[in-house]
């Protein structure tokens, strides 16, 4: 694989990274609502996802289930009530005056559940596969080696450059929790922003 050809995948993938999208607002909103250390659990996991998603690509398990309606569907099903799910608990969660964690009361296994739930919403949203499938062949050149290697080096930088975005949205949005620290009863309104993040990622599963 060329340099140009990492080069331009890089910053292609970057512009599609930063564009305002359900993942970033997902992370911006878990971490206004729940602090940086939560943001960045939840980045994480989103970009741990890319990862699994390429290695159906790399073995074409992608191309296969993109084939097969009723299992793209069963998938895109089985995303949908995770999500139901998330919002259900949102919506029932008592309301209180919010409290950002601090590094000594954060617990660990919160922070690896929110670290789960972001992988668990890329594995379970098809469209990623969709995504790749149409945005790497254009990278991938045969006689530059394995394809599967090549598909690993992209979906590694992809990985890489998300994750760094994401983590950057996590520490500059934990800013804006903070300063909404100081307003009692912000949690509920905080509540239904991250329910309408998780409304928008549902539409976008479904959006032909």
């Known amino acids: 694989m060329t340099l140009e050809t990492i080069i331009s995948f890089f ?5 599609l990274t930063v564009a305002p999208g359900p993942d970033i607002m997902y992370v911006l909103s878990t971490s206004i609502v ?6 960045i659990a939840a980045a994480i996991g989103l970009s741990s996802g890319l990862l699994f998603h390429t290695t159906l ?48 009361s954060t617990n660990r296994n919160n922070i690896a ?28 050149n045969p006689e530059l080696g394995s394809l599967k290697t090549q598909v690993y080096t992209l979906g590694s930088i992809f990985m890489i450059q998300a994750l760094i975005v994401f983590v950057l949205v996590a520490i500059m949005s934990s800013y804006i929790g903070k300063k909404l620290h100081k307003f009692e009863y912000i949690q509920a309104y905080l509540n239904y922003v991250q329910i309408a993040v998780f409304i928008a990622l549902i539409i976008f599963m479904w959006k032909n």
């Open 34 to 39: 729940k602090g940086k250390q939560f943001g």
């Open 57 to 104: 690509l790399a073995f074409g398990i992608s191309g296969i289930i993109v084939a097969i309606p009723w299992l793209f569907i069963a998938i895109k099903l089985f995303g949908t009530i995770y999500l139901l799910r998330i919002i259900y608990f949102l919506y029932k969660s008592p309301i209180s005056p919010i409290e950002l964690p601090t590094s000594t």
């Open 113 to 140: 559940q929110q670290m789960q739930q972001g992988l668990l919403m890329n594995i379970l949203n098809p469209k990623i596969m969709l995504f790749f499938l149409s945005l790497f062949p254009t990278f991938l």
């Open 11 to 15: 910053f292609t993938s970057l512009a």
